[in-house]
C-alpha cells in the first residue's frame, strides 16, 4: 500500500499533468489515476476491486426487479412451464481429453491489468498492449522474489559469519 503510494507519487511528480487525472475511489477512498474522459470525477470506484464489486451488486439488483416486475414474472412463468416440455436426447458422455497443457492461471484481474495497461499508456504517452502489461508484471513479480531470496542469503551469510 505504501509502495504504491510511493510510486504514485513519483509518477506525479515525473508527468504532473497527469494530476487532473487523481481521484479517490468513492468506496474505499484510495487514490488512483484514472482515464483522462473521467478527469475530476470523484464518484468512481478504483479498479482494485471496489468497481467490479459495485458493478456486480447493480446487476444483481437490476435482474432482481425485473424479475419483481408482473412482466418479469411472467416472463418467469412461462420459461419455467416451457423448460419441463423441451426434449432433450441422451448425450454421449465425451471421452476424457488428455489433459492440455493448461496457459498460467492468470493471477492478475481483468480490470486491474486494465488499470495498469491505461495508466502506463497515459505515463508513456503511446497504446501500451495488455500483452506488455502482463509481461511487465510476470518480470516485477521473478525481481522482486529474486530480491527477497538475496536478502534472506545475505542475512543467512551474515548470521553465519556473527552467530549471535
Ligand atoms: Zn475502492
Keep these: 500500500m505504501l509502495e504504491y503510494y ?3 507519487r513519483s509518477v506525479l511528480r515525473a ?3 497527469l494530476r487532473a487525472c487523481l481521484t479517490r475511489c468513492r468506496h474505499c477512498r484510495i487514490f488512483f489515476l484514472t482515464h483522462p474522459r ?3 470525477r470523484h464518484d468512481l470506484g478504483c479498479p482494485f476491486g471496489c468497481r467490479e464489486a459495485h458493478r456486480k451488486r447493480a446487476s444483481a439488483q437490476r435482474s432482481a426487479a425485473y424479475y419483481r416486475h408482473p412482466k418479469g414474472k411472467g416472463k418467469k412463468r412461462d420459461l419455467n412451464q416451457r423448460r419441463p416440455r423441451q426434449y432433450c436426447p441422451p448425450q454421449p458422455s465425451p471421452p476424457p481429453q488428455p489433459a492440455a497443457p493448461q496457459p498460467r492461471p492468470a493471477q492478475w484481474s481483468a480490470p486491474l491489468v486494465e488499470h ?5 499508456s497515459l505515463i508513456e504517452g503511446w497504446r501500451v498492449s495488455r500483452r506488455q502489461v502482463l509481461e511487465m508484471l510476470a518480470r516485477v513479480l521473478r525481481q522482486r522474489t529474486i530480491c527477497r531470496r538475496r536478502k534472506i542469503d545475505q542475512t543467512v551469510a551474515w548470521l553465519n559469519e556473527q552467530p549471535p
Design 116 to 120: 495498469v495497461r491505461m495508466v502506463a
Design 38 to 40: 473521467n478527469a475530476g
Design 15 to 17: 508527468k504532473p499533468h
Design 6 to 8: 510511493l510510486l504514485l
